[in-house]
């Protein structure tokens, strides 16, 4: 008798044990993929358009420029590329001030070059450029603290709703407490990402955590901010193009048929070439 050859090897899904399709997969998935890919792409697609939607719904935080503690002119938007820790206080606080620098200096303490912190006196009266380098070397280099005209530096507190109240002394001046006066201001912290929008505002009792909370979101803001950047060119490049095509339909088709005749012309050049030939 004829010797057996050897067994085919199964194509169909139902000639394979177990009812698996070449490569492991079920037949159900296997016919399913082909549905999947597209719904997973466009779904990718649309996270990444949904990205430039959550960083429009943080504000941007309103631009100003005061001088620091070394007479340098400091514009607040000359700071994007990195995190901005802005807060209010003026030197001559004997409590809540420094306390305030402490927890922002604990916040920061594991990467100290993470945020820039932007400090704006509540007391330009007593807070002038002296008196700020004098403050500064408590704390770390980089820290900017700002100061300018009375009207200039209560243009900056309208702007981020701090509300600061001037309480006259009388009788004897506590420790910490000079030319007869002390300062009643919000206690707020406000947290910025690299592109300046307000990522948190920061008030009443807080702490160091809500500070490294807060940076954590900025930073997580700035790489949802990298990954819509090609949609959001693209959708940024259409939208000119609608534009220009509205303002100028004539030219805007001359230069569509310019871009698209070499891909007419070149099929029928190859058509001519290599088939009527």
């Avoid at 700020?132 to 408590?138: D, I, P």
């Avoid at 805007?252 to 871009?259: M, S, Y």
Wanted: proline share 9%.
């Amino acid at each position: 008798p004829p010797l057996a050859g050897p067994s085919p090897i199964p194509t169909d899904a139902a000639q394979v044990p177990g009812g698996l399709a070449p490569g492991g997969l079920a037949p159900s998935m296997a016919r399913r993929i082909p549905q999947v890919l597209p719904a997973l792409v466009l779904f990718c697609l649309a996270g990444l358009a949904g990205a430039p939607a959550l960083a429009a719904d943080r504000p941007a935080a309103p631009d100003f420029a005061l001088s620091d503690q070394d007479g340098r002119l400091v514009r607040l938007s000359d700071l994007r590329g990195k995190p901005v820790v802005l807060t209010f206080l003026y030197t001559h606080c004997p409590d809540t001030c420094p306390r305030t620098l402490g927890h922002l200096l604990t916040a920061l303490k594991d990467r100290p070059g993470d945020a820039a912190v932007v400090t704006v006196t509540v007391d330009p009266a007593r807070d002038d450029k002296a008196r700020l380098a004098e403050y500064a070397k408590q704390w770390p280099a980089g820290w900017r603290f700002l100061t300018g005209p009375e009207a200039q530096v209560g243009k900056v507190w309208a702007q981020y709703g701090v509300s600061v109240r001037r309480d006259e002394e009388t009788g004897h001046h506590h420790h910490g407490h000079h030319m007869g006066y002390t300062i009643t201001h919000s206690n707020v912290v406000l947290v910025l990402d690299a592109a300046g929008r307000i990522t948190e505002r920061i008030s009443g009792a807080w702490s160091a955590a809500d500070v490294s909370g807060a940076l954590a979101q900025a930073r997580q803001a700035e790489g949802i901010r990298w990954a819509a950047m090609p949609l959001q060119a693209l959708r940024d490049f259409l939208d000119k193009c609608g534009a220009y095509a509205t303002r100028n339909p004539v030219a805007f088709a001359g230069i569509v048929l310019l871009i698209a005749l070499p891909g007419i012309l070149l099929p029928l050049f190859l058509f001519r070439t290599f088939v009527l030939n």
